[in-house]
C-alpha cells in the first residue's frame, strides 16, 4: 500500500470512491484543501483525506473515506494517524472533523467532542462547515504535536 499526496490526474478516481461512499462533494472546490490517497498493488485509490486549511495553525479533515471492500477497519485507524501526520507536518496545531457518528472510535485516537458553542468562528465560518453540519453535526478537535 502507497499513501502519497494526490495528484490532478487523480480526480475521477477520487470522485468515484467519494460517491461510492455517499460523500456528494466536489474534490476541488474554493475551498483549498490537499488530498492524501491510499493506493494498492493494483494502482487502485482505496482511501482518501482531504485537508483543509483554515487560517495558518487550523485545518478541517474532510472526506476519509476507506473503500472496506478493499481494506479492512484496521487500515483505517492508520489511515487516519497518517493523515493527521500529514496535518502535523504542515505546521497545523489544531484538527478538526465532523461526523454524524463514530464519536467513541475518535475519542479513543485523541479526539473530543466540542459542544456548539465551542466550535470556533473560523471552523463554522468553513465552507465545509455550513455545507455538512447538518448532515454530520458533531465537531471534533484533536491536539497535534507540531515539531519545529
Known amino acids: 500500500m502507497i499513501v502519497r ?4 490526474e487523480d480526480t475521477l ?3 468515484r470512491l467519494l460517491s461510492k461512499a455517499g460523500v456528494i462533494e466536489q474534490v476541488y472546490d474554493e475551498e483549498p484543501t490537499e488530498f492524501i490517497v491510499a493506493e494498492n498493488e493494483n494502482a487502485e485509490l482505496v482511501a482518501t483525506a482531504g485537508l483543509a486549511g483554515i487560517g495558518k495553525k487550523d485545518v478541517i479533515l474532510r472526506s476519509l473515506v476507506i473503500d472496506s471492500e478493499k481494506v479492512g477497519a484496521v487500515f483505517l485507524l492508520e489511515f487516519l494517524e497518517t493523515a493527521t501526520a500529514f496535518a502535523e507536518k ?6 478538526y472533523l465532523l461526523t454524524s457518528g463514530q464519536q467513541a472510535f475518535l475519542e479513543q485516537v485523541g479526539f473530543s467532542l466540542l459542544q456548539s458553542d465551542e466550535v470556533p468562528k473560523r471552523v463554522r465560518e468553513s465552507n ?6 447538518k448532515r454530520s453535526p458533531k465537531v471534533m478537535h484533536t491536539r497535534l504535536a507540531v515539531n519545529k
Do not use: I
Open 13 to 15: 478516481q477520487l470522485q
Open 5 to 8: 499526496k494526490a495528484l490532478e
Open 90 to 95: 504542515r505546521g497545523y496545531k489544531s484538527l
Open 128 to 133: 465545509h462547515y455550513k455545507q455538512n453540519v
